[in-house]
């Protein structure tokens, strides 16, 4: 059983910050995948960033470059998502997810990841 906790969301006004934690609990092999997705309403789930466990890889959707930031916690399944220059279109739910097997690169692709998390609003007022 694999269980993903979530925690940080809020409310910010715009150019606010806010820092988002996932901590992935149960079975899952070293070189795992996990990243952020988020979903505004009536759109599609999208990849914001994820990270490579224990490898210095991570990658970013080109509409958060050089705003939002993600991290892992050393040896742990930990990652954290620090958001600066919160805009309105960054307001959705935000889901952490992850891998289950190793993997050689992360994607940013929703069908990659298996396990998710039950998510947390990010809300950006203008």
């Known amino acids: 059983q694999v269980q993903l906790v979530e925690s940080g969301g809020g409310s910010v006004q715009a150019g606010g910050s806010l820092r988002l934690s996932c901590t992935a609990a149960g079975s899952l092999s070293s070189g795992i995948c996990m990243g952020w997705f988020r979903q505004a309403p009536t759109k599609e789930r999208e990849g914001v960033a994820v990270?490579?466990?224990?490898?210095?890889?991570?990658g970013y959707a080109d509409s958060v470059k050089g705003r939002f930031t993600i991290s892992q916690e050393n040896g742990k399944k930990i990652v954290y998502l620090q958001m600066n220059d919160l805009q309105p279109e960054d307001t959705a739910v935000y889901y952490c997810?992850?891998?289950?097997?190793?993997?050689?690169?992360?994607?940013?692709?929703?069908?990659?990841?298996?396990?998710w998390g039950q998510g947390t609003q990010v809300t950006v007022a203008s």
């Open positions: 990270i490579h466990i224990g490898y210095p890889e991570t």
């Open positions: 997810a992850t891998t289950r097997w190793f993997s050689s690169h992360c994607s940013l692709r929703r069908s990659d990841y298996l396990y």
